[in-house]
């Protein structure tokens, strides 16, 4: 059958694309894609072209499907597959797969799998691996954004704390600690927030940071103060654009304690040396975000991290527990994934979307692959409406939700688009 898909030939070469789809083996399974959200991690991709350690070196005679946030519907399956899923459901992926130790994933590394097109072939390793999960929930964005969520999630698993003369770690944040997730009010930041002041293991401080006005303005009004604190978090946002030594003015709110968690979510350099000035001791320091420069490098002090105990950590991605643990929690209504989404799109505004990904502002660009639809700021709904009125009923559905992408806002789209 023919999909159109975004596919990805080298460095900045994209292309929206109709072609032919192989008959599926009996160890693979077809599905229709529904939604995908775009990664930054994909622009990286697009801007190293065959240098970055996933995309395969031929790529610019075997082009790859871009996109790894994706979920859809099943719609035929191999018969190795036939006792475990069944035409007609829904499914979630959990991309990292690491099959037999390759760095290899879709959205990478395949012709034929990956998120920014209409039908794809996903091959035996994921349902191997257990990565294709079958998705009762109703939206197709939820099980999308379930995928950058298991990142923030496994961000937050992944750090760790000690206890002097015991050489054991403790996984996880410092519970009842302090906190501080520095260039915090983007869409992942936004993410963090949420799941760290509903989650189980909580600190009981939390900052957020930014110098960015308008994305902490949103903050604020999606993941409130008073929400944070009827979940036992006391929430501050500060924006250290204007504060001439912000390190000094972080710490004197923990009373110079410093923070046992801080999470770096912008590759700045000054951002990830100001994170490193505040931990406190045995704090533990996670650089989330990821550089594109190979040389990218910031001052650490050594004296902290011997006499303090101090550490650095990195955490990328996340695995099929910190997804399913997602699941759970968008399930049963403790965490909202929309608070990341600010932009809605069809497949036709993927190519441009992802070569100018850091220059539109914003949180995170949410695609319906069976649609066409310029890419458009939930907030310029209104505006758009006002000759439009597909735009203009839209707009209505998302002031229902406080400003935010939803389940019958997915609905009405996929209705009548």
């Given amino acids: 059958?023919?999909?159109?898909?975004?596919?990805?030939?080298?460095?900045?070469?994209?292309?929206?694309?109709?072609?032919?789809?192989?008959?599926?083996?009996?160890?693979?399974?077809?599905?229709?894609?529904?939604?995908?959200?775009?990664?930054?991690?994909?622009?990286?991709?697009?801007?190293?072209?065959?240098?970055?350690?996933?995309?395969?070196?031929?790529?610019?005679?075997?082009?790859?499907?871009?996109?790894?946030?994706?979920?859809?519907?099943?719609?035929?399956?191999?018969?190795?597959?036939?006792?475990?899923?069944?035409?007609?459901?829904r499914f979630a992926l959990q991309p990292a797969l690491n099959y037999k130790g390759s760095p290899y994933s879709p959205g990478y590394s395949y012709k034929y799998f990956g998120g920014n097109a209409t039908y794809i072939i996903i091959p035996n390793e994921a349902m191997e691996l257990g990565c294709l999960m079958n998705y009762n929930g109703e939206g197709f964005f939820e099980a999308s954004l379930a995928e950058p969520m298991s990142c923030i999630i496994g961000g937050f698993h992944s750090n760790y704390h000690t206890k002097s003369g015991v050489y054991q770690h403790e996984m996880g944040i410092a519970k009842g600690g302090n906190m501080a997730i520095l260039g915090g009010a983007g869409p992942m930041g936004l993410g963090a927030i949420d799941y760290v002041i509903h989650c189980e293991r909580k600190p009981k401080f939390l900052i957020v940071t930014d110098i960015d006005e308008k994305r902490l303005q949103r903050a604020q009004n999606v993941l409130t103060v008073e929400e944070a604190k009827k979940n036992g978090v006391e929430l501050k946002y500060v924006n250290t654009k204007n504060i001439e030594k912000p390190e000094e003015y972080l710490l004197s709110l923990v009373d110079n304690k410093g923070y046992d968690d801080v999470y770096v979510y912008a590759p700045i350099k000054i951002l990830a040396e100001q994170g490193d000035k505040i931990l406190g001791k045995d704090g533990c320091l996670n650089f989330f975000a990821g550089p594109t420069d190979k040389d990218f490098s910031a001052k650490v002090n050594y004296y902290n991290i011997h006499y303090s105990a101090t550490r650095i950590i990195g955490s990328t991605g996340g695995n099929t527990d910190d997804l399913i643990e997602s699941l759970e929690m968008t399930s049963k209504g403790l965490i909202n994934p929309a608070v990341m989404v600010t932009h809605i799109g069809g497949l036709n505004s993927v190519s441009e979307t992802i070569l100018n990904l850091p220059n539109i502002s914003g949180g995170k660009k949410l695609i319906y692959t069976n649609i066409d639809m310029e890419l458009t700021a939930i907030e310029d709904f209104e505006e758009k409406g006002k000759t439009d009125e597909f735009f203009s009923n839209l707009a209505e559905i998302t002031k229902r939700h406080n400003g935010l992408w939803s389940l019958e806002a997915e609905k009405y789209l996929l209705e009548n688009k």
């Fill in 1 to 89: 059958m023919k999909t159109k898909a975004v596919r990805l030939y080298g460095k900045d070469d994209l292309r929206l694309e109709e072609f032919e789809l192989p008959e599926i083996k009996d160890d693979e399974i077809l599905v229709k894609v529904i939604s995908n959200s775009i990664c930054m991690s994909t622009y990286k991709a697009v801007k190293q072209g065959s240098k970055h350690k996933r995309v395969p070196e031929d790529v610019a005679i075997n082009p790859t499907i871009t996109g790894h946030e994706f979920a859809g519907e099943i719609i035929k399956v191999g018969h190795k597959w036939k006792e475990k899923y069944t035409v007609g459901n």
